[in-house]
């Protein structure tokens, strides 16, 4: 977006042409020069801004899904939030990852190609030492994964797909697989290296180690459903998710059950009256005989109604219904 001056850089610059100070025709030659960027065709942008939000948006409700489920896996303070999503060649991610790391590859059926998650390795180490009893803290271990560790890991990250088919489901009904575990980024081409991929980058604190999480998605997954990573289509699907929730709400109520008193009347009395009941004593209630009663739902006083008999039970007749909430004393 282009830089927009205030009124005051307004003034001070048609100040400066005017007495001389800057020179108008220097001015608009270095704007044509500024008109011409270089353009690296390796880098192609693939993705609008709008797009990229919306991936973001999508992968944010991941984080919060990935969050709850290691919590509760884990039993561990879990904090995973969205840092950055840039698209950038699939050969610039796979420089990126260091050479000993943890690569999950997902399938997305029905959609084409592989998703990639890396997961730093102090990150990984600290959900293994969690899984096994530990604290997770920084003197976790750094050394190679043993193939029992490396089942761990498999088994947790097969058990965080509902996590990454809940996130998606605005977009795309799919079946995340775990297909494939790696450790090491060179035997990860999956893609032509000069594919462009969108990289969601998670920052994720595991107990008392922190660490990021890079999520790697080729143009080829993301090609079928661009078109609902429009800001249009959210707005208008959380609009219809809006009416459905409203639907289903109304449904619901309709079955709650609600008390419901008629008042007859109230009185106000002192302890040693109270004390001094017998059989047969009266109390003056403040309630006219010839005046409606009020009825409470929920002890919000809603309708005036008059009493009376229906089939042999003591009822009451709703005569209208009142506006806003009446106090007691009323």
């Known amino acids: 977006m282009d830089e927009v001056l205030s009124q005051n850089e307004i003034d001070a610059l048609l100040s400066a042409i005017t007495s001389g100070e800057m020179d108008a025709e220097e001015?608009?030659?270095?704007?044509?020069?500024?008109?011409?960027?270089?353009?690296?065709?390796?880098?192609?942008?693939?993705?609008?801004?709008?797009?990229?939000?919306?991936?973001?948006?999508?992968?944010?409700?991941?984080?919060?899904?990935?969050?709850?489920?290691?919590?509760?896996?884990?039993?561990?303070?879990?904090?995973?939030?969205?840092?950055?999503?840039?698209?950038v060649p699939y050969e610039e991610f796979i420089r990126s990852v260091p050479k000993r790391t943890v690569l999950n590859i997902y399938s997305l059926q029905p959609l084409d190609g592989n998703l990639i998650m890396e997961i730093n390795p102090n990150i990984a180490f600290a959900l293994l030492e969690r899984l096994l009893g530990g604290k997770g803290s920084d003197d976790s271990k750094k050394g190679n994964l043993t193939e029992i560790e490396k089942l761990l890991l498999t088994q947790l990250f097969e058990k965080a797909e509902d996590s990454l088919k809940n996130a998606w489901s605005s977009v795309a009904d799919i079946e995340p697989v775990l297909e494939e575990f790696e450790e090491n980024p060179q035997f990860?081409?999956?893609?032509?290296?000069?594919?462009?991929?969108?990289?969601?980058?998670?920052?994720?604190?595991?107990?008392?180690?922190?660490?990021?999480?890079?999520?790697?998605?080729p143009h080829i997954i993301l090609e079928p459903i661009i078109p609902k990573l429009s800001a249009s289509y959210w707005m208008q699907t959380n609009k219809n998710k809006d009416e459905k929730s409203l639907q289903r709400m109304s449904l619901y109520l309709q079955n709650t059950d609600v008390e419901v008193k008629a008042i007859l009347g109230e009185a106000t009395i002192n302890i040693d009256e109270f004390l001094k009941f017998s059989a047969g004593d009266v109390i003056a209630l403040d309630q006219a005989i010839d005046s409606p009663l009020k009825m409470a739902v929920n002890d919000e006083f809603k309708f005036l109604v008059q009493p009376?008999?229906?089939?042999?039970?003591?009822?009451?007749?709703?005569?209208?219904e009142l506006n806003g909430v009446m106090e007691n004393d009323e």
Request: with cysteine.
């Open 188 to 217: 990860m081409q999956k893609v032509a290296p000069s594919e462009t991929v969108v990289v969601v980058s998670l920052t994720a604190m595991i107990g008392e180690v922190s660490g990021m999480i890079n999520i790697c998605i």
């Open 308 to 320: 009376g008999k229906y089939r042999h039970k003591m009822s009451v007749q709703v005569l209208e």
């Open 27 to 87: 001015l608009k030659k270095e704007e044509d020069e500024k008109r011409i960027r270089v353009y690296d065709f390796k880098r192609a942008l693939r993705f609008s801004k709008d797009q990229i939000r919306s991936i973001s948006r999508l992968h944010e409700n991941y984080a919060r899904l990935l969050t709850t489920f290691f919590a509760t896996q884990l039993r561990t303070y879990v904090n995973i939030h969205v840092t950055s999503v840039d698209q």
